[in-house]
Protein backbone atom coordinates (compact mmCIF):
# COMPACT_ATOMS: atom_id res chain seq x y z
CA UNK A 1 0.00 0.00 0.00
CA UNK A 2 3.05 2.36 0.92
CA UNK A 3 4.22 2.19 -2.79
CA UNK A 4 0.93 2.53 -4.15
CA UNK A 5 0.71 6.14 -2.64
CA UNK A 6 4.28 6.93 -3.18
CA UNK A 7 3.26 6.36 -7.04
CA UNK A 8 -0.37 7.99 -6.67
CA UNK A 9 1.68 11.01 -5.24
CA UNK A 10 3.70 11.42 -8.26
CA UNK A 11 0.38 11.44 -10.73
CA UNK A 12 -0.62 13.75 -12.79
CA UNK A 13 -1.99 16.74 -10.72
CA UNK A 14 -3.90 18.80 -13.77
CA UNK A 15 -5.96 15.67 -13.96
CA UNK A 16 -6.43 15.48 -10.36
CA UNK A 17 -7.80 18.64 -10.43
CA UNK A 18 -9.53 18.42 -13.34
CA UNK A 19 -11.92 14.68 -12.29
CA UNK A 20 -12.90 16.50 -8.93
CA UNK A 21 -14.14 19.67 -10.61
CA UNK A 22 -15.99 17.82 -13.22
CA UNK A 23 -17.23 15.38 -10.76
CA UNK A 24 -18.75 18.18 -8.58
CA UNK A 25 -19.87 20.11 -11.91
CA UNK A 26 -21.99 16.66 -13.11
CA UNK A 27 -23.45 16.13 -10.11
CA UNK A 28 -24.38 20.09 -9.73
CA UNK A 29 -25.75 19.78 -13.15
CA UNK A 30 -27.65 16.39 -13.07
CA UNK A 31 -29.63 18.36 -9.74
CA UNK A 32 -30.02 21.29 -12.49
CA UNK A 33 -31.54 19.04 -15.02
CA UNK A 34 -33.99 16.88 -12.48
CA UNK A 35 -35.57 20.02 -12.26
CA UNK A 36 -35.45 22.23 -15.32
CA UNK A 37 -35.74 19.05 -18.00
CA UNK A 38 -33.30 21.11 -20.10
CA UNK A 39 -31.86 19.29 -22.66
CA UNK A 40 -28.65 21.19 -23.04
CA UNK A 41 -28.22 20.73 -19.56
CA UNK A 42 -28.20 17.21 -19.59
CA UNK A 43 -25.31 17.06 -22.33
CA UNK A 44 -23.69 19.05 -20.04
CA UNK A 45 -23.93 16.72 -17.25
CA UNK A 46 -22.94 13.74 -19.48
CA UNK A 47 -19.98 15.21 -20.43
CA UNK A 48 -18.55 16.68 -17.01
CA UNK A 49 -19.36 13.22 -16.01
CA UNK A 50 -17.27 11.39 -18.62
CA UNK A 51 -14.61 13.79 -17.88
CA UNK A 52 -14.46 13.20 -14.41
CA UNK A 53 -14.15 9.26 -15.26
CA UNK A 54 -11.86 9.63 -17.99
CA UNK A 55 -9.53 12.25 -16.19
CA UNK A 56 -9.55 10.04 -12.38
CA UNK A 57 -8.37 6.87 -14.71
CA UNK A 58 -5.97 9.14 -16.51
CA UNK A 59 -4.56 10.35 -12.99
CA UNK A 60 -4.03 6.82 -12.38
CA UNK A 61 -2.25 5.75 -15.56
CA UNK A 62 -0.05 8.47 -15.27
CA UNK A 63 1.14 7.55 -11.58
CA UNK A 64 1.36 3.66 -12.19
CA UNK A 65 3.70 4.49 -15.34
CA UNK A 66 5.90 6.34 -13.18
CA UNK A 67 6.67 2.46 -11.62
CA UNK A 68 10.10 1.52 -11.55
CA UNK A 69 11.39 -0.86 -13.94
CA UNK A 70 11.51 -4.47 -13.19
CA UNK A 71 13.38 -8.30 -14.13
CA UNK A 72 9.89 -9.23 -15.84
CA UNK A 73 9.43 -5.49 -17.34
CA UNK A 74 12.78 -4.10 -18.02
CA UNK A 75 11.97 -1.44 -20.45
CA UNK A 76 9.63 -0.37 -17.26
CA UNK A 77 5.37 0.87 -17.43
CA UNK A 78 5.66 4.46 -18.98
CA UNK A 79 3.41 2.99 -21.69
CA UNK A 80 0.44 2.33 -18.98
CA UNK A 81 -0.75 5.96 -19.15
CA UNK A 82 -1.12 5.40 -23.06
CA UNK A 83 -3.48 2.29 -22.19
CA UNK A 84 -5.37 3.76 -19.84
CA UNK A 85 -6.09 6.96 -21.93
CA UNK A 86 -7.24 4.30 -24.85
CA UNK A 87 -9.80 3.02 -22.05
CA UNK A 88 -10.75 5.78 -20.78
CA UNK A 89 -11.86 7.52 -24.10
CA UNK A 90 -14.31 4.18 -24.59
CA UNK A 91 -16.35 6.25 -21.73
CA UNK A 92 -16.40 9.36 -23.48
CA UNK A 93 -17.59 7.54 -26.74
CA UNK A 94 -20.61 5.80 -25.12
CA UNK A 95 -21.38 8.99 -23.07
CA UNK A 96 -21.25 11.21 -26.63
CA UNK A 97 -23.53 8.58 -28.07
CA UNK A 98 -26.00 9.14 -25.68
CA UNK A 99 -25.63 13.16 -25.69
CA UNK A 100 -25.58 13.28 -29.70
CA UNK A 101 -28.90 10.44 -29.54
CA UNK A 102 -30.71 12.78 -26.85
CA UNK A 103 -29.99 15.63 -28.60
CA UNK A 104 -31.29 14.18 -31.44
CA UNK A 105 -34.76 13.25 -29.38
CA UNK A 106 -35.31 16.88 -28.50
CA UNK A 107 -34.71 18.50 -31.75
CA UNK A 108 -37.21 16.04 -33.75
CA UNK A 109 -39.37 16.67 -30.59
CA UNK A 110 -38.81 20.26 -28.83
CA UNK A 111 -39.93 21.34 -25.69
CA UNK A 112 -42.95 23.54 -25.70
CA UNK A 113 -41.85 25.65 -22.88
CA UNK A 114 -38.46 25.95 -20.92
CA UNK A 115 -38.55 25.77 -17.47
CA UNK A 116 -35.84 26.91 -14.47
CA UNK A 117 -33.94 28.92 -16.71
CA UNK A 118 -31.97 30.90 -14.24
CA UNK A 119 -31.13 27.40 -12.40
CA UNK A 120 -29.79 26.43 -15.31
CA UNK A 121 -27.77 29.40 -16.34
CA UNK A 122 -26.56 30.08 -12.87
CA UNK A 123 -24.78 26.57 -13.11
CA UNK A 124 -23.69 26.76 -16.49
CA UNK A 125 -22.00 30.34 -15.10
CA UNK A 126 -20.24 28.37 -12.36
CA UNK A 127 -19.27 25.45 -15.11
CA UNK A 128 -17.61 28.12 -16.99
CA UNK A 129 -15.86 29.37 -14.47
CA UNK A 130 -14.31 26.40 -12.98
CA UNK A 131 -13.54 24.20 -16.46
CA UNK A 132 -12.10 27.98 -17.80
CA UNK A 133 -9.46 27.83 -14.54
CA UNK A 134 -8.64 24.30 -15.09
CA UNK A 135 -7.95 25.08 -18.75
CA UNK A 136 -5.86 27.97 -17.57
CA UNK A 137 -4.10 25.89 -15.38
CA UNK A 138 -3.49 22.85 -17.74
CA UNK A 139 -2.13 25.46 -20.14
CA UNK A 140 0.19 26.71 -17.86
CA UNK A 141 0.92 22.91 -17.57
CA UNK A 142 1.60 22.48 -21.03
CA UNK A 143 4.04 25.77 -20.84
CA UNK A 144 6.20 24.16 -18.14
CA UNK A 145 5.96 20.80 -19.77
CA UNK A 146 7.80 22.51 -22.85
CA UNK A 147 10.10 24.68 -20.79
CA UNK A 148 7.98 27.75 -21.96
CA UNK A 149 7.38 29.19 -18.44
CA UNK A 150 4.76 31.88 -18.35
CA UNK A 151 2.28 34.01 -16.45
CA UNK A 152 -0.41 35.81 -16.98
CA UNK A 153 -4.39 35.19 -17.94
CA UNK A 154 -2.29 34.31 -21.66
CA UNK A 155 -1.20 30.93 -20.92
CA UNK A 156 -4.17 29.31 -22.90
CA UNK A 157 -3.37 30.64 -26.26
CA UNK A 158 0.49 30.77 -25.51
CA UNK A 159 0.16 27.53 -25.03
CA UNK A 160 -1.81 25.96 -28.45
CA UNK A 161 1.86 25.52 -30.17
CA UNK A 162 3.57 23.73 -27.64
CA UNK A 163 0.21 21.15 -26.93
CA UNK A 164 2.42 18.35 -28.53
CA UNK A 165 5.02 19.03 -26.60
CA UNK A 166 3.10 18.29 -23.18
CA UNK A 167 2.84 14.83 -21.49
CA UNK A 168 0.21 12.92 -22.43
CA UNK A 169 -2.55 13.41 -19.66
CA UNK A 170 -1.95 17.28 -19.44
CA UNK A 171 -2.54 16.92 -22.95
CA UNK A 172 -5.83 15.35 -22.42
CA UNK A 173 -7.03 17.31 -19.77
CA UNK A 174 -6.30 20.76 -21.75
CA UNK A 175 -8.30 18.94 -24.84
CA UNK A 176 -11.35 17.84 -22.38
CA UNK A 177 -11.44 21.41 -20.71
CA UNK A 178 -11.31 23.28 -23.46
CA UNK A 179 -14.44 21.48 -24.84
CA UNK A 180 -15.78 21.98 -21.66
CA UNK A 181 -15.67 25.75 -21.53
CA UNK A 182 -16.87 25.80 -24.76
CA UNK A 183 -20.07 23.44 -24.65
CA UNK A 184 -21.02 25.30 -21.16
CA UNK A 185 -20.96 28.75 -22.97
CA UNK A 186 -22.72 27.35 -25.75
CA UNK A 187 -25.55 25.80 -23.38
CA UNK A 188 -25.66 29.01 -21.67
CA UNK A 189 -26.44 30.85 -25.38
CA UNK A 190 -28.72 28.28 -26.48
CA UNK A 191 -30.75 28.69 -22.99
CA UNK A 192 -31.06 32.34 -23.53
CA UNK A 193 -32.05 32.19 -27.06
CA UNK A 194 -34.35 29.73 -26.82
CA UNK A 195 -36.19 31.47 -24.13
CA UNK A 196 -36.22 34.90 -25.75
CA UNK A 197 -37.25 33.06 -29.25
CA UNK A 198 -39.40 30.16 -28.51
CA UNK A 199 -37.05 28.31 -30.80
CA UNK A 200 -36.13 25.20 -28.15
CA UNK A 201 -34.92 22.94 -31.06
CA UNK A 202 -31.97 25.00 -30.44
CA UNK A 203 -31.09 23.36 -27.35
CA UNK A 204 -31.24 19.52 -29.14
CA UNK A 205 -28.87 21.05 -32.04
CA UNK A 206 -26.58 22.41 -29.00
CA UNK A 207 -26.98 19.18 -27.39
CA UNK A 208 -25.93 17.22 -30.64
CA UNK A 209 -22.48 19.58 -31.54
CA UNK A 210 -21.55 19.09 -27.65
CA UNK A 211 -21.51 15.55 -28.28
CA UNK A 212 -19.78 15.58 -31.69
CA UNK A 213 -16.90 17.77 -30.17
CA UNK A 214 -16.94 15.14 -27.19
CA UNK A 215 -16.32 12.50 -30.06
CA UNK A 216 -13.81 14.76 -31.62
CA UNK A 217 -11.67 14.49 -28.09
CA UNK A 218 -12.17 10.52 -28.29
CA UNK A 219 -10.55 10.57 -31.26
CA UNK A 220 -7.69 12.71 -31.22
CA UNK A 221 -7.23 11.21 -27.48
CA UNK A 222 -7.41 7.56 -29.19
CA UNK A 223 -5.00 8.33 -32.12
CA UNK A 224 -2.41 9.99 -30.18
CA UNK A 225 -2.65 7.07 -27.05
CA UNK A 226 -2.45 4.36 -29.92
CA UNK A 227 0.98 5.56 -30.74
CA UNK A 228 1.76 5.93 -28.03
CA UNK A 229 1.16 2.29 -26.72
CA UNK A 230 2.84 1.02 -29.87
CA UNK A 231 5.99 3.07 -29.22
CA UNK A 232 6.30 6.77 -31.11
CA UNK A 233 9.88 7.83 -31.91
CA UNK A 234 10.07 11.97 -30.58
CA UNK A 235 11.71 13.22 -34.16
CA UNK A 236 12.47 16.53 -32.02
CA UNK A 237 14.72 14.95 -29.23
CA UNK A 238 16.02 12.98 -31.98
CA UNK A 239 18.03 15.62 -33.48
CA UNK A 240 18.34 17.23 -30.44
CA UNK A 241 20.39 14.18 -28.69
CA UNK A 242 22.05 13.57 -32.11
CA UNK A 243 23.24 16.98 -32.20
CA UNK A 244 24.72 16.26 -28.63
CA UNK A 245 26.28 13.13 -29.63
CA UNK A 246 27.52 14.76 -32.37
CA UNK A 247 29.32 17.33 -30.65
CA UNK A 248 31.21 15.11 -28.74
CA UNK A 249 35.13 14.77 -30.25
CA UNK A 250 35.07 11.60 -30.22
CA UNK A 251 31.60 10.65 -31.95
CA UNK A 252 32.62 11.28 -35.80
CA UNK A 253 29.00 9.68 -37.24
CA UNK A 254 25.56 8.04 -35.53
CA UNK A 255 25.27 4.53 -36.91
CA UNK A 256 21.85 4.41 -35.41
CA UNK A 257 19.70 6.60 -33.39
CA UNK A 258 16.41 5.99 -31.70
CA UNK A 259 14.70 8.33 -29.19
CA UNK A 260 11.05 6.40 -28.10
CA UNK A 261 8.53 7.82 -26.02
CA UNK A 262 7.90 5.40 -23.48
CA UNK A 263 4.25 7.08 -21.92
CA UNK A 264 5.77 10.22 -20.14
CA UNK A 265 9.28 9.46 -20.76
CA UNK A 266 12.06 8.87 -23.20
CA UNK A 267 14.60 6.23 -23.95
CA UNK A 268 17.08 6.56 -26.06
CA UNK A 269 19.57 3.66 -28.24
CA UNK A 270 22.26 5.12 -29.69
CA UNK A 271 24.94 3.46 -31.88
CA UNK A 272 27.78 5.51 -32.48
CA UNK A 273 30.85 5.27 -35.01
CA UNK A 274 34.23 6.57 -33.48
CA UNK A 275 37.90 5.81 -34.04
CA UNK A 276 38.62 1.62 -33.85
CA UNK A 277 42.11 2.39 -32.81
CA UNK A 278 40.81 4.30 -29.25
CA UNK A 279 40.82 1.13 -26.64
CA UNK A 280 37.99 -0.28 -24.65
CA UNK A 281 38.65 1.40 -21.00
CA UNK A 282 38.80 5.17 -23.38
CA UNK A 283 35.63 4.31 -25.14
CA UNK A 284 34.10 3.18 -21.71
CA UNK A 285 34.71 6.58 -20.59
CA UNK A 286 33.06 8.47 -23.35
CA UNK A 287 30.22 6.38 -23.29
CA UNK A 288 30.04 7.53 -19.13
CA UNK A 289 30.24 10.81 -20.34
CA UNK A 290 27.15 10.57 -23.14
CA UNK A 291 24.99 8.73 -20.81
CA UNK A 292 25.61 11.01 -18.18
CA UNK A 293 24.99 13.99 -20.68
CA UNK A 294 21.92 12.58 -22.63
CA UNK A 295 20.15 11.67 -19.22
CA UNK A 296 20.49 15.59 -18.16
CA UNK A 297 17.88 15.90 -21.19
CA UNK A 298 14.13 16.20 -20.23
CA UNK A 299 12.56 13.48 -19.55
CA UNK A 300 15.00 11.15 -20.92
CA UNK A 301 15.33 7.88 -18.02
CA UNK A 302 16.89 5.32 -20.14
CA UNK A 303 20.18 5.47 -22.32
CA UNK A 304 22.12 2.27 -24.24
CA UNK A 305 24.94 3.42 -26.09
CA UNK A 306 27.36 1.18 -28.14
CA UNK A 307 30.04 1.58 -30.50
CA UNK A 308 31.22 0.99 -34.14
CA UNK A 309 34.10 1.77 -36.32
CA UNK A 310 34.11 4.48 -38.69
CA UNK A 311 32.47 3.24 -42.39
CA UNK A 312 32.72 7.15 -43.79
CA UNK A 313 29.49 6.56 -44.69
CA UNK A 314 27.60 10.03 -43.26
CA UNK A 315 24.40 8.79 -41.83
CA UNK A 316 23.42 11.56 -39.34
CA UNK A 317 24.22 14.14 -41.75
CA UNK A 318 21.65 12.18 -44.18
CA UNK A 319 19.18 11.95 -41.42
CA UNK A 320 19.46 15.77 -41.08
CA UNK A 321 18.68 16.35 -44.45
CA UNK A 322 16.09 14.21 -44.69
CA UNK A 323 14.27 15.56 -41.68
CA UNK A 324 14.71 19.19 -42.54
CA UNK A 325 12.91 18.62 -45.71
CA UNK A 326 10.16 16.72 -44.29
CA UNK A 327 9.64 19.90 -42.14
CA UNK A 328 9.96 22.37 -44.87
CA UNK A 329 7.22 20.03 -46.68
CA UNK A 330 4.76 20.14 -43.84
CA UNK A 331 4.84 23.41 -43.37
CA UNK A 332 4.05 24.39 -46.59
Known amino acids: MGEIFKLLKGGNKPSLVAAFVNLFLGILKGVAYFFTGNVAMFAEMMHSLGDAANQFF ?58 GMFIALGVLLVGTVLEGTVLHKAAKEVLHEAGQEHKGLLAFPKSIPYLNRAKPATKLVWMEDLVATSGNILAFLAIIIAHFTEFYALEGIVSMIIGIMMFYVVGRVFLDNARGAIGETDEEMLIHIGNLAMGDPHVSDIKRLEVIKEGEFLHVDLVAETDPSLSLAYLDDVRDHLVELIMSQKGVTKVTISFDEEDDVPEWERHLKTYTKNQSDDKK
Open 58 to 115: VFVGSALSKKAPTKRFPNGFGRVVNLVCLGAVLIVAILSYETVKEGWHHFIHPATKSE
